[in-house]
């Protein structure tokens, strides 16, 4: 079987699925692997580690090509237009929030598994943990830098500064994003509020965090209007990501504040969120810092890549052992959103109304 790891055209996407390493196992199984030329600069590593490690660097074309295609980030519409029958291709794909993606995806006749949907015998997503751990651990960063004045914001350190108090952070989900993002956002000084549909969820995580406490039933909107950052990280599994908040609570905010979108790449959960990109990643709207890139662990690309590429192989290995057996039966075959011409993962389904 032939694996493909093309280079990422996304903007501000540097990442990329396997490492080196990884590449080697696949190789050292039996199979044959083409790189595309310079696939792996944005995360530091090169060609010629992946010509070492058993692989051909080749083509764009040559990549799109092989039986089994690993990215990251789902394909543009030129790419998607590349696929045929018979080829299997393993990236994020978030259709609930890439729409115009289906009808292509469909029309190929390949099959498209989503690393987001791929989900263990608990439940979890084991392929998306990586990703989400360091876009929650970079979420309160990222609103730091740009509550500068100098960056938009309206002038806050979250820290604070001796007697002057600390700023506030409200951390929506306590999931992966939410649990990783209330550690670092306490880390930093911030005062930390965690809000979760699940009461005794949000009061155990800010139970264990420093300066946090949950946000009680119903206050959500006064949480959100004394916050100088709030972080959106919730996500249910295939589905278009739940509003949390409305215009209404956003423009209760003060000017200046921030928000951070980890949700974004399912479609947001702030009604004034829309995606944004790295190259020009925040905008204002009803006064307030919108950060809404949808592939916020590409800026630590070295780090998010060795991370996902050490989770995401043991699957690679399995679907390159038995492409068919695999798909037939967990983990795999929760990961399945399109194949042979139909959406078949039922939430990515009802979330695109097919």
């Given at each position: 079987?032939?694996?493909?790891?093309?280079?990422?055209?996304?903007?501000?996407?540097?990442?990329?699925?396997?490492?080196?390493?990884?590449?080697?196992?696949?190789?050292?199984?039996?199979?044959?692997?083409v790189?595309?030329?310079g696939?792996?600069?944005?995360?530091?590593?090169l060609?010629?580690?992946?010509?070492?490690?058993g692989?051909?660097?080749?083509?764009?074309?040559?990549?799109w090509?092989?039986?089994?295609?690993?990215?990251?980030?789902?394909?543009?519409?030129?790419?998607?237009?590349?696929?045929?029958a018979?080829q299997?291709?393993?990236?994020?794909?978030?259709?609930?929030?890439?729409?115009?993606?289906?009808?292509?995806?469909?029309?190929s006749?390949?099959?498209?598994?989503?690393?987001?949907?791929?989900?263990?015998?608990?439940?979890?997503a084991?392929?998306?943990?990586?990703?989400?751990?360091?876009?929650?651990?970079?979420?309160?960063?990222?609103?730091?830098?740009?509550?500068?004045?100098?960056?938009?914001?309206?002038?806050?350190?979250?820290?604070?500064?001796?007697?002057?108090?600390?700023?506030?952070?409200?951390?929506?989900?306590?999931?992966?994003?939410?649990?990783?993002?209330?550690?670092?956002?306490?880390?930093?000084?911030?005062?930390?509020?965690?809000?979760?549909?699940?009461?005794?969820?949000?009061?155990?995580?800010?139970?264990?965090?420093?300066?946090?406490?949950?946000?009680?039933?119903?206050?959500?909107?006064?949480?959100?209007?004394?916050?100088?950052?709030?972080?959106?990280?919730?996500y249910?599994?295939?589905?278009?990501?739940?509003?949390?908040?409305?215009?209404?609570?956003?423009?209760?905010?003060?000017?200046?504040?921030?928000?951070?979108?980890?949700?974004?790449?399912?479609?947001?959960?702030?009604?004034?969120?829309?995606?944004?990109?790295?190259?020009?990643?925040?905008?204002?709207?009803?006064?307030?810092?919108?950060?809404?890139?949808?592939?916020?662990?590409?800026?630590?690309?070295?780090?998010?890549?060795?991370?996902?590429?050490?989770?995401l192989?043991?699957?690679v290995?399995?679907?390159?052992?038995?492409?068919d057996?695999?798909?037939?039966?967990?983990?795999?075959?929760?990961?399945?959103?399109?194949?042979?011409?139909?959406?078949?993962?039922?939430?990515?389904?009802?979330?695109?109304?097919?």
């Amino acid at each position: 079987m032939l694996l493909a790891v093309p280079r990422e055209t996304k903007n501000g996407e540097f990442r990329i699925a396997l490492t080196p390493q990884a590449i080697g196992e696949v190789v050292a199984a039996g199979h044959s692997a083409v790189v595309e030329r310079g696939a792996g600069e944005g995360a530091g590593l090169l060609d010629r580690e992946y010509e070492a490690a058993g692989a051909r660097i080749g083509s764009r074309e040559e990549a799109w090509a092989a039986d089994l295609i690993v990215k990251v980030k789902e394909p543009s519409l030129e790419e998607a237009s590349r696929l045929r029958a018979g080829q299997i291709l393993f990236a994020y794909l978030h259709l609930a929030g890439a729409t115009h993606l289906v009808e292509p995806l469909k029309a190929s006749g390949a099959t498209a598994i989503a690393f987001e949907t791929v989900e263990d015998e608990f439940g979890r997503a084991p392929l998306l943990y990586p990703m989400s751990a360091l876009a929650g651990r970079l979420a309160p960063q990222i609103g730091a830098h740009f509550l500068e004045r100098t960056s938009g914001g309206r002038g806050v350190l979250l820290s604070g500064f001796e007697s002057i108090g600390s700023g506030m952070t409200t951390v929506i989900g306590a999931g992966v994003v939410g649990q990783n993002a209330a550690m670092i956002a306490s880390g930093l000084g911030s005062r930390v509020l965690v809000a979760d549909t699940d009461k005794s969820r949000a009061e155990s995580l800010a139970g264990g965090i420093h300066r946090a406490r949950a946000v009680p039933v119903g206050g959500l909107a006064e949480a959100i209007a004394q916050s100088d950052l709030v972080i959106g990280g919730v996500y249910i599994s295939g589905e278009h990501a739940p509003r949390v908040a409305g215009r209404a609570e956003i423009r209760a905010m003060r000017p200046g504040s921030v928000i951070v979108d980890v949700s974004i790449d399912q479609g947001g959960c702030f009604e004034t969120s829309r995606p944004t990109s790295h190259e020009e990643p925040t905008y204002i709207e009803e006064g307030v810092v919108h950060y809404c890139v949808p592939n916020i662990p590409s800026m630590v690309a070295n780090t998010a890549t060795r991370a996902l590429s050490a989770t995401l192989l043991p699957y690679v290995k399995e679907l390159m052992a038995d492409p068919d057996g695999a798909l037939s039966r967990p983990p795999l075959s929760t990961g399945l959103n399109v194949r042979a011409g139909r959406v078949v993962h039922p939430a990515v389904a009802e979330a695109v109304a097919i």
